[in-house]
């Protein structure tokens, strides 16, 4: 029985006017929001599938699709906190993560205190164990022409 596990996750959204923008659990004042079914947190999205991944889940368009009314719009948050409490039902938790986003605007390190505040209590861990960390694209690809935001995330899972 493997009582430690290490997760990947990578999520992508594209820019787009009129919409919030929300990234680590927090609203962060943009000119653009990110599109999508949910709120688009790309952050979030990324440790939902970088979790369920490390406990051999499937992924979080499996549990959460994208296609169902039931999660139109809805706040990630809830479905963090909804895989940690899936992967717990085969008896696992988690150990830390380290998220990296990657944006040209906004800038996002004055924002990584309050996503460690936010994330830290869904998770189950300390601010301590949520490392996050912000890069640009050096104005290359999507990212560069600020078309999207995308998010990677590894995970350490452990079972007692």
Same mark, same amino acid.
């Given at each position: 029985?493997?009582?430690?596990?290490? #997760?990947?996750?990578?999520?992508? =959204?594209?820019? !787009?006017?009129? *919409?919030?923008?929300?990234?680590?659990? %927090?609203?962060?004042? =943009?000119? /653009?929001? /990110?599109?999508?079914?949910?709120?688009?947190? !790309?952050?979030?999205?990324?440790?939902?599938?970088?979790?369920?991944?490390?406990?051999?889940? *499937?992924?979080?368009?499996? =549990?959460?699709?994208?296609?169902?009314?039931?999660?139109?719009?809805?706040?990630?948050?809830?479905?963090?906190?909804?895989?940690?409490?899936?992967?717990?039902?085969? #008896?696992?938790?988690?150990?830390?993560?380290?998220?990296?986003?990657?944006?040209? *605007?906004?800038?996002?390190?004055? =924002? %990584?205190?309050?996503?460690?505040? !936010?994330?830290?209590?869904?998770?189950? !861990?300390?601010?301590?164990?949520?490392? %996050?960390?912000?890069?640009?694209?050096?104005?290359?690809?999507?990212?560069? *022409?600020?078309?999207?935001?995308?998010?990677?995330?590894?995970?350490?899972?452990?079972?007692?």
């Amino acid at each position: 029985m493997n009582n430690i596990r290490v #997760g990947m996750g990578f999520d992508v =959204h594209r820019l !787009v006017p009129d *919409r919030q923008l929300w990234l680590g659990g %927090i609203s962060i004042k =943009h000119s /653009l929001g /990110l599109l999508g079914h949910s709120d688009a947190d !790309v952050l979030i999205h990324a440790l939902c599938d970088a979790l369920l991944g490390a406990a051999n889940m *499937r992924d979080i368009g499996y =549990h959460f699709p994208d296609n169902s009314s039931e999660f139109a719009g809805i706040d990630s948050k809830i479905l963090l906190q909804r895989t940690v409490e899936l992967i717990a039902t085969k #008896g696992y938790r988690v150990g830390n993560v380290d998220c990296t986003v990657c944006a040209e *605007r906004p800038k996002l390190n004055p =924002h %990584i205190p309050a996503m460690q505040k !936010v994330l830290a209590p869904l998770l189950g !861990v300390e601010e301590d164990a949520v490392s %996050i960390k912000a890069t640009t694209t050096e104005r290359l690809g999507f990212t560069g *022409r600020e078309e999207g935001i995308s998010a990677y995330a590894t995970v350490l899972i452990l079972r007692d």
